[in-house]
């Protein structure tokens, strides 16, 4: 039986884009890609990542990956439906990939909430859809996907760094280096336009800071 896993990398980043992935895979060779160590990117290293998404392309029977930039999540985001526009995107993908089963990560503490609204967007489509938190740890079709996402988005995000020519380090909110990044960007250092997500609480906050900042300076 082939069955297909989907996931995502880098929604919760400030800076970059979020990237989502599909594979295909085989009963055989799923067995084969978990006795290679295919499990959750983030518990393997950044060159293994890269060696086994080599080895995913190769051996799956077939994988989408879409990028999804800045400025949709912005628009997402700004209606509170940044789970709509995943399901969304991971429809496309299941669309592409026509499996008869699905394992997908699911956003959020509603995985079932999350399969109902995934299903809405599959009208017409015949797949059985199993939606888990942490699916990437249980089913080494979502880790397969979920190697295939970070990869790309990685491979984006250096990519960024050196047109920008600045280290701004993983892009995430807790990251200081992409704070003090983020500083310099308000402060009027020049960055592709489709780079930051705007609407990231993060942003706001770091205004809201600045301004308390110039209200001090100002009493002082």
Not at 25 to 50: F, N, Q, T, Y
Not at 81 to 91: C, H, R, S, T, W
Request: glycine letters at 6%; a positive charge; aromatic letters at 6%.
């Amino acid at each position: 039986m082939v069955a297909a896993g989907v996931d995502e990398a880098g929604r919760g980043p400030v800076i970059g884009p979020m990237v989502i992935a599909g594979v295909s895979i085989s009963s055989i060779k799923a067995k084969k890609l978990k006795s290679l160590g295919v499990k959750d990117s983030k518990m393997l290293l950044p060159e293994r990542r890269k060696e086994l998404a080599s080895i995913i392309r190769e051996e799956s029977e077939f994988y989408v990956i879409k990028v999804v930039e800045p400025r949709k999540i912005d628009e997402a985001v700004s209606k509170s439906k940044l789970n709509l526009l995943e399901a969304e995107v991971m429809a496309e993908i299941i669309k592409e990939l026509s499996p008869s089963l699905v394992f997908v990560d699911s956003p959020g503490r509603n995985p079932k909430r999350f399969k109902e609204l995934l299903r809405s967007k599959l009208s017409g489509l015949n797949v059985r859809i199993r939606a888990e938190n942490k699916a990437d740890r249980r089913f080494v079709h979502v880790a397969a996907a979920s190697i295939l996402a970070k990869v790309e988005r990685d491979s984006i995000i250096e990519k960024l760094r050196k047109e920008v020519g600045y280290d701004f380090g993983s892009g995430y909110p807790s990251d200081p280096k992409t704070r003090e990044f983020l500083l310099r960007v308000l402060d009027g250092l020049s960055v592709p336009e489709d780079m930051i997500r705007w609407k990231w609480a993060t942003i706001l906050n770091i205004l809201e800071e600045k301004r308390r900042n110039r209200i001090t300076e100002f009493l002082d």
